[in-house]
Nanobody
Framework: EVRLVESGGGLVQAGGSLRLSCAVS????????IGWFRQAPGQEREGVSC????????WYADSVKGRFTISSDNAKNTVNLQMNSLKPEDTAVYYC??????????????WGKGTLVTVSS
């Protein structure tokens, strides 16, 4: 059974940092891509970052470039999202998702339940 579990969300002031983790199980880690997505109230789910694990290649949304960093820990089967210089507009539920490649939200096969990030001004 494929399982993804996010952790690390919370409340932080603008300018602060958080580190999200996505623990994955149920599939061969290197065979997949792991993406981070977010959904703010009343808005569509949007892609934030993605990593193709076997290649180490990464993608970032323009809104987070230079502030967020995606990384993997193969020993722990986790993918992390380091978020620095957080802004109130980063407030959302953050999800990790898995598929054989980085894709749009609607095309990703497996999802975690999400973790809430709240950035206060």
């Amino acid at each position: 059974e494929v399982r993804l579990v996010e952790s690390g969300g919370g409340l932080v002031q603008a300018g602060g940092s958080l580190r999200l983790s996505c623990a994955v199980s149920g599939f061969t880690f290197d065979d997949y891509a792991i993406g981070w997505f977010r959904q703010a109230p009343g808005q569509e789910r949007e892609g934030v970052s993605c990593m193709r694990l076997s290649y180490g290649s990464t993608w970032y949304a323009d809104s987070v470039k230079g502030r967020f960093t995606i990384s993997s820990d193969n020993a722990k089967n986790t993918v992390n999202l380091q978020m620095n210089s957080l802004k109130p507009e980063d407030t959302a539920v953050y999800y990790c998702a898995a598929d054989t490649n980085c894709r749009r939200a609607r095309d990703m096969d497996y999802w975690g339940k999400g973790t809430l990030v709240t950035v206060s001004s």
